[in-house]
């Protein structure tokens, strides 16, 4: 039983590239969120899903995209990387009764250059 | 939305003090408070949590306590150890909606 899992753990990007953050769950949570850290900024919430086939946005949605075709999964796209995306990336899921407690994957630190 | 401040942005105890980290939130709809613990490199981690029907929870050295009127919350670390040291975020959320807010996090460091 893994929990969160995210991939990768590190990653530089060029200005311009794409990527895509993978997070793969297997608790079977319905609810699954992408957070970014900032020094001192707390946690922001970028899009989350209620469910499979469901996305909405959050906070900070803008120059990220995510897609959720099935309940273990919930990848983060990023498709022109800017500097001011250079940040600590969080997954984090929560399902049923426990909906409101989050579980969250390890991070993926992301600097675009 | 809902705005959640937290204070103090960094905290130093000596092993076996008490810490205590405070937390603001603007809208009085949200019900559900939780606090995390980072460790580094890691995911945050929930340790506790509150619901606007309780005014305090504890477990163990940690406790929470909730003032509805105030609008404030707090997170109380008894006898610290120095695998206490970590970063804290308090969150609120409310019972519409998904979204949980996050304060700024606290960096605790327990001196040896």
């Known amino acids: 039983n893994a929990g969160v899992t995210q991939t990768p753990k590190f990653r530089i990007l060029k200005i311009g590239q794409s990527m895509t953050l993978q997070c793969t769950q297997d608790?079977?949570?319905?609810?699954m969120y992408w957070y970014r850290q900032d020094p001192g900024m707390g946690l922001k919430l970028i899009y989350y899903?209620?469910?499979?086939?469901?996305?909405d946005k959050g906070e900070v949605p803008n120059g990220y995209n995510v897609s959720r075709s099935t309940t273990e999964d919930f990848p983060l796209r990023l498709e022109l990387a800017a500097p001011s995306q250079t940040s600590v990336y969080f997954c984090?899921?929560?399902?049923?009764?426990?909906?409101?407690?989050?579980?969250f994957g390890s991070g993926t630190q992301l600097s675009v250059l | 939305g809902e705005n959640v401040e937290q204070h103090p942005s960094t905290l130093s105890v000596q092993e076996g003090d008490s810490a205590v980290i405070k937390c603001t939130y603007s809208?009085?709809?949200?019900?559900?408070f939780p606090w995390y613990k980072q460790e580094l490199g890691k995911g945050p981690q929930l340790i506790i949590d509150?619901?606007?029907?309780?005014g305090e929870k504890k477990d163990q050295r940690i406790a929470v306590t909730l003032n509805k009127t105030a609008k404030h919350f707090s997170l109380h670390i008894t006898e610290t150890q120095p695998e206490d040291s970590a970063v804290y975020f308090c969150?609120?959320?409310?019972?519409?909606?998904?979204?949980?807010?996050f304060g700024t996090g606290t960096s605790l460091t327990v001196i040896p």
């Open positions: 984090a899921t929560g399902g049923g009764g426990l909906r409101e407690k989050l579980f």
């Open positions: 608790m079977n949570h319905n609810y």
């Open positions: 899903s209620v469910g499979a086939g469901i996305t």
């Open positions: 809208d009085s709809a949200s019900n559900y």
């Open positions: 509150i619901r606007s029907n309780v």
């Open positions: 969150a609120a959320s409310k019972p519409t909606g998904n979204q949980f807010y």
